[in-house]
């Protein structure tokens, strides 16, 4: 029933977006927005269900700090998509908390999902700059930046073009610059090459990789590729499940680029395999 865009709260059906607080749009126009240390103390999460209560998470402890990039891989069912639903404010903990609370302290995040959820009647440029309009950036501001996020995103020549023109790795590089275009402080990433070939998804990675570089973002990337885990975050929190739960945080001391065939990378493979297994 919902359209999820990078601005938040929501874009509803009719188009309209939720006023956000004043203050917060002030900064994030401005470019001003800082980065945010993200804590996660203690969450649970319980559904109730027809069989009983389902405990889908418990005390899931970690944090990522101020320009960090931070990797969640975990086997299917450890509650991934739910801690990352959490963590955008999408849903709230059953016990424990997060620091800053998206529903009260409006923490500015920028959210990337496997599916590119683009506004098919607008153009690249549309879709880049609709946070923008909802903060009412100034126009000139507004073409200025989207020209900036075209060229960091490598669409150079596509501003103008629909989204039906374009492949899977285009549209998730406008819903990349679509997310980035509020400047946010924190980065949220659900498996977004996940619905990609191999060979744009490699491409999609030294994409992330570049732009982290140059924008020091705070990025939160969820994933079930441990390679892909181990090859884009400075930590890799590793989860098992029944129920969903932290079973490592490992530091991923390698330089960049890194290569999945040398023997620190495949030691590291090995030992997220093992929880996940």
Avoid at 98 to 111: A, C, K, L, S, W
Wanted: aromatic residues 6%; glycine residues 8%.
């Amino acid at each position: 029933d919902r359209v999820h865009s990078s601005v938040e709260p929501y874009i509803s059906r009719d188009r309209h977006a939720v006023s956000m607080d004043t203050a917060e749009a002030t900064a994030m126009a401005l470019g001003q927005a800082s980065g945010n240390r993200l804590e996660l103390a203690g969450v649970g999460k319980q559904y109730d269900s027809p069989g009983g209560t389902v405990q889908a998470l418990a005390d899931v402890s970690f944090e990522v700090s101020p320009g960090e990039f931070v990797c969640l891989v975990g086997p299917s069912g450890c509650g991934k998509t739910t801690l990352f639903r959490i963590v955008a404010g999408f849903e709230q903990p059953t016990t424990g908390t997060v620091r800053p609370e998206r529903t009260t302290e409006q923490m500015n995040m920028g959210i990337v999902f496997q599916e590119y959820h683009l506004f098919p009647w607008r153009t690249v440029g549309g879709n880049i700059r609709f946070g923008m309009e909802q903060l009412d950036v100034a126009a000139d501001k507004q073409r200025e930046r989207t020209q900036r996020l075209v060229d960091l995103v490598g669409l150079e020549g596509f501003v103008e073009s629909y989204p039906k023109s374009l492949s899977g790795g285009m549209k998730q590089r406008v819903a990349l610059a679509r997310a980035l275009a509020v400047d946010p402080s924190l980065l949220l990433m659900d498996e977004p090459f996940s619905a990609v070939d191999a060979q744009t998804r490699r491409r999609l990675q030294e994409n992330i990789l570049d732009i982290h570089e140059e924008t020091q973002k705070t990025v939160l990337f969820v994933t079930h590729d441990i390679e892909e885990a181990i090859k884009l975050g400075d930590r890799v929190v590793v989860m098992e499940k029944n129920p969903g739960r932290i079973a490592e945080v490992i530091d991923i001391d390698l330089s960049r680029p890194r290569s999945r065939t040398t023997p620190a990378f495949g030691d590291l493979y090995e030992r997220v395999l093992d929880h996940i297994d």
